[in-house]
């Protein structure tokens, strides 16, 4: 059945109900150009998405060597067809006119455009220079969650066996690197245990921080279709906001900012005082049970309720719903990892399931998920803080291999300290001691906290910032160096999303110009470096993505995130396939941990553990101690109160977040005619009471502001917890008159001028839920709403407030279910 | 005054000074913005010593102080974080934080040796509520320690090889 759906006023489309353990039906979802139907495509090339971390398999529609649609792939055991709203209009803002054409250097304070020669020339000459008269120290490369593996991999090794530096971290920091860590933290090793199926199996889904509905929006689907088939699933949403997730729930609870970690003592209080607890599970497969008991014995409903700002009735309700299910799948994201305590409370929620028994099995499941397309590459590849095949730092037969696989010297790849992550990289650069920064396909001047200080340290004299991307973003409008990549579409590789599912995206079309793919780019770099071998040779030894992908698969051999079972051509034409993927399992594997805890024996393990509460690492000896055998690991820890909190010069707390109509810093979303008119700039979301306690309405221009900065935006009067304040951090400046930062003329628009520069001292993941702020009328509204959309979170919380969200015929999607 | 009322005073100085040492080395230290946080957050632990090394003093008969309190508010904090701010762009500073995490970690250690001292007393003349202090507060000391090393490993290889 074929209909026509305006996918901006319904992002998540029409349902296809399902009962529980029955398949997914499918529902395939095409959008090709105005005037371009099916039967004109000359050809349908295989990709999928990278505008979240669902893996949407899709195929590219191309016609006279250009794009002209999209359409999701029925065979795919991730999506079976469907798209959302980025995927279906994005690729659209390949073909922008303002994509960067040629390199460009900074000549006499301005950037003007050169040949590929020149600008490579340049930063050969300054890492060269760096190298002799400082180390590699100087040199730092801070990557993205966009890139694919073979890109990745490559970078990695040239990072840490070719230049020798330390200094590689992702802008997967901002984004997953908690539920790395999290997964560190209880199974000694990263990977996902659980598979989106589990959605099709369980019984109860608990939603941690977690808005599924514009995150993952195909998966959301999944979780609607069950809602309305047979034995629907009872779900459990902890968020401030009334997201989509808030209102399907059949418990809610909207926790006051930063006291995630009360709140999850409370439900394992609880869980334990009834005991609902897999004795047996504990047993064979733990360690670390006694301890947490007793960390948790205080912990009441009452007590959290006092913290959490949650009635003690409903956290008693929500442990009940978490103690009596047979098939708990829990989700957990950035309401939690980008929160006070994210990786401790990260890890009560793996400690809720390895105490109840709900691992491993169907509808039984933990998935820490992430933002980012390919942020699961960059934690595999090593290049986002972790050593490439999730090795461990402190294992000395660990770098062993990687010396033996790479032909280099151990001592060659630093591993005297973890990888530096993002937040310490910029630190060194503001002291001087890091003098270059290559920055790939991220854009911290928007995306980072505290933007001044950002801002303000890109735009040092000492700091030589390579910046390699699609736009001049605000970021590259402040480099020495700027390269034009090629992307999604018009290069090819593979990437792997949070449930460890594998994709090949394949090349339909010529990048812009002189733009080149970023593989090359790296290995342009390497060649024009001279990286060498310990005899010599040349350290990188593949040309293409197929033959580093091949590199890599020797790199993953052996190791938790095996890909040796898979090839570029194996993943053309069906459907994505889950790591590990070898000769045991060749057809991939679902679910991790079927039959007791897998990689985290002292000898196997990725990390020793580090305190949850202080970061500190532990070494080997206290490993073996406490984990002998290699069980999980159920670590405890006390709710400490959050390091900001309200006043009366700031009395509400501020969260930043998404919306599911943009992706990022709008690269791409800002780009793309109908996602941009569904959410065309920013807003600030505070709730009725707080509104007619300070006279504001809907429309009114307000201004939010912190010890950091401030930032103006038209106000949104939602449903959202007293208290609270929301702004969406996708907005910068480049669609400003004012280009890269606020000036006399342009506010401050983007919500990182506000947040403050704290992280995670165990995952390094920087807060961004946590600040405290003000909140003032700037203006009156005009009688036009706040450009906010209807259809989701930010869904005003008088309905009839403001007109509804919609696309027109723009927006319409063919939908084809069976 | 016996030993064990003398090992009492000397972990009420010890903390009481640890406490403050945290808070003026995260106060100097604002734009190393992880050590700032932690050592505010670590300095509780230590106050909260103070206050049960008081409380069970009291049962011994030695009269201690809970806490002091500091305002870390005010005109002498805005001058630090000046101060902090005006320092925070070039390297020296490194090795001054350098010295002050070593610092804190030689104080943590007498601190921890002092637990040792008191749980083994405790144990020789079986006072438990002396025991159940010791068992509280030495493992967060030992907490203490495990950070500042880490931190120093951590950041010595950038800041030692970049002075030039
Ligand atoms: S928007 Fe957030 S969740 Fe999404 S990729 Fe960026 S950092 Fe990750």
């Not at chain 1, 630093?414 to 650069?429: D, E, G, L, V």
């Not at chain 1, 393990?605 to 580090?610: A, D, M, P």
């Amino acid at each position: 059945m074929d209909v026509s759906v305006d996918r901006i006023a319904l992002p998540w489309g029409s349902r296809t109900p399902y009962g529980r353990d029955e398949a997914w039906p499918v529902r395939v979802d095409t959008c090709l150009a105005d005037g371009v139907d099916a039967g004109g495509v000359q050809r349908w090339v295989q990709a999928a998405s990278i505008l979240h971390s669902d893996g949407d398999a899709m195929d590219i529609a191309v016609l006279d060597g250009r794009m002209v649609g999209v359409r999701g792939r029925a065979q795919d055991r991730v999506n079976r067809g469907r798209l959302e709203p980025k995927d279906l209009f994005a690729w659209q803002a390949n073909a922008s006119p303002d994509r960067l054409t040629r390199p460009l250097v900074r000549r006499d304070g301005r950037l003007v455009e050169c040949d590929w020669a020149t600008a490579m020339d340049r930063i050969v000459a300054h890492s060269r220079e760096l190298l002799e008269e400082r180390g590699p120290g100087a040199i730092g490369f801070y990557t993205t969650g966009q890139l694919y593996l073979e890109e990745y991999y490559t970078l990695a090794v040239l990072a840490r066996a070719g230049i020798g530096t330390n200094h590689l971290d992702g802008n997967t920091r901002l984004c997953t690197s908690t539920a790395a860590e999290a997964l560190k933290e209880s199974f000694g090793c990263d990977g996902q245990p659980g598979t989106y199926d589990d959605i099709d199996h369980a019984d109860v889904i608990a939603l941690f921080g977690h808005n599924l509905a514009e995150t993952q929006p195909v998966q959301w689907m999944r979780v609607l279709d069950r809602l309305e088939g047979a034995d629907p699933p009872r779900l459990l949403c902890v968020d401030p906001r009334p997201t989509p997730v808030a209102r399907e729930a059949t418990v809610h609870l909207a926790p006051r900012l930063g006291t995630n970690v009360a709140l999850l003592n409370a439900l394992l209080h609880e869980i334990i005082r009834t005991d609902r607890v897999d004795h047996d599970y504990i047993a064979a497969h733990t360690v670390g049970y006694e301890e947490l008991a007793s960390r948790v014995r205080d912990s009441t409903p009452e007590w959290a309720a006092a913290i959490c700002d949650v009635p003690a009735a409903r956290i008693t309700e929500a442990a009940e719903l978490l103690g009596s299910a047979d098939r708990l799948l829990s989700t957990v994201l950035q309401g939690v990892y980008q929160s006070h305590q994210a990786t401790a409370a990260a890890v009560q929620v793996n400690n809720l399931h390895l105490i109840r028994g709900m691992l491993g099995r169907p509808g039984a499941g933990v998935l820490q998920m992430n933002g980012q397309p390919t942020a699961q590459n960059t934690r595999e590849c090593g290049a986002d803080g972790d050593l490439p095949g999730f090795r461990n730092w402190q294992n000395d037969a660990h770098i062993a291999e990687l010396a033996d696989l790479w032909n280099v010297d151990p001592k060659t790849i630093p591993h005297y300290a973890p990888p530096t992550h993002a937040m310490q990289m910029f630190r060194y650069a503001e002291q001087g001691s890091l003098r270059m920064l290559w920055v790939t396909g991220t854009n911290p001047a928007v995306s980072l906290p505290e933007l001044s200080r950002i801002r303000s340290i890109l735009a040092q004299e000492r700091l030589f910032v390579v910046v390699q991307d699609l736009f001049l973003t605000e970021t590259a409008q402040l480099a020495d160096v700027v390269l034009p990549a090629a992307t999604w579409g018009e290069k090819t590789g593979t990437f792997t999303n949070a449930d460890r599912t594998v994709h090949l995206s394949d090349k339909a079309v010529e990048p812009p110009g002189e733009a080149r793919p970023d593989l090359e780019i790296f290995l342009d770099y390497a060649a024009r470096m001279e990286l060498r071998d310990k005899d010599g040779g040349p350290l990188i030894t593949w040309h293409d993505p197929e033959s580093a992908f091949e590199a890599w698969k020797r790199c993953s051999a052996g190791r938790p995130c095996d890909y040796t079972g898979l090839t570029h051509a194996r993943l053309r034409g069906g459907t994505g396939i889950q790591w590990p993927c070898d000769e045991d399992a060749p057809h991939g594997t679902q679910r991790l941990y079927t039959d007791g805890i897998t990689w985290a024996h002292p000898d196997v393990c990725e990390s020793y553990g580090k305190d949850l509460e202080t970061g500190a690492t532990d070494d080997v000896v206290e490993y073996r101690s406490l984990n002998p055998e290699g069980k999980a690991v159920i670590r405890a820890a006390a709710y400490l109160p959050p390091h900001e909190q309200p006043d009366d010069q700031y009395p509400f707390q501020l969260a930043t977040g998404r919306t599911i109509y943009h992706f990022h810093t709008r690269t791409k979303t800002g780009r793309t005619p109908q996602l941009n008119e569904a959410a065309p700039d920013v807003w600030v979301e505070a709730s009725a009471s707080d509104a007619s306690a300070l006279a504001l309405e809907e429309g009114d221009l307000v201004e939010v502001s912190t010890p950091r900065g401030a930032m103006r935006g038209r106000l949104r009067v939602t449903g959202i917890r007293p208290g609270l304040l929301f702004v969406p951090f996708h907005y910068g400046y480049w669609d400003t008159k004012a280009g890269h930062a606020p000036d006399g003329e342009t506010a401050g628009r983007a919500a990182n001028e506000t947040t403050v520069t704290d992280w995670d001292p165990v995952s390094k993941q920087p807060l961004f839920k946590t600040a405290a702020a003000a909140l003032r009328r700037v203006e009156r509204g005009d009688g036009h709403p706040a450009p906010a959309p209807t259809t989701t979170a930010s869904a005003p919380s008088r309905a009839d407030a403001v007109p509804g969200t919609t696309g027109g015929p723009a927006a319409l999607v063919k939908e084809d279910a069976g | 005054m016996n030993g064990i009322t003398l090992t009492l005073r000397a972990l009420h100085h010890g903390e009481q000074r640890l406490a403050d040492e945290l808070t003026a080395v995260a106060e100097r230290h604002r734009t190393e913005h992880e050590v700032h946080h932690v050592a505010t957050d670590l300095a509780r632990w230590s106050r909260e010593h103070v206050q049960r090394v008081a409380d069970t003093g009291r049962d011994h008969g030695v009269n201690l102080a809970g806490p002091a309190d500091h305002d870390t508010s005010g005109l002498l904090s805005t001058l630090r974080q000046k101060a902090a701010e005006a320092v925070g762009r070039r390297p020296e500073p490194g090795l001054l934080l350098l010295r002050d995490l070593r610092e804190l970690h030689l104080d943590a250690t007498e601190n921890s040796l002092y637990w040792e001292m008191l749980a083994q007393a405790a144990q020789a003349t079986r006072d438990d509520p002396l025991l159940a202090l010791a068992s509280a507060c030495h493992p967060q000391t030992l907490r203490q320690l495990r950070w500042t090393n880490t931190m120093i490993k951590n950041l010595s290889p950038q800041i030692l090889t970049s002075l030039s």
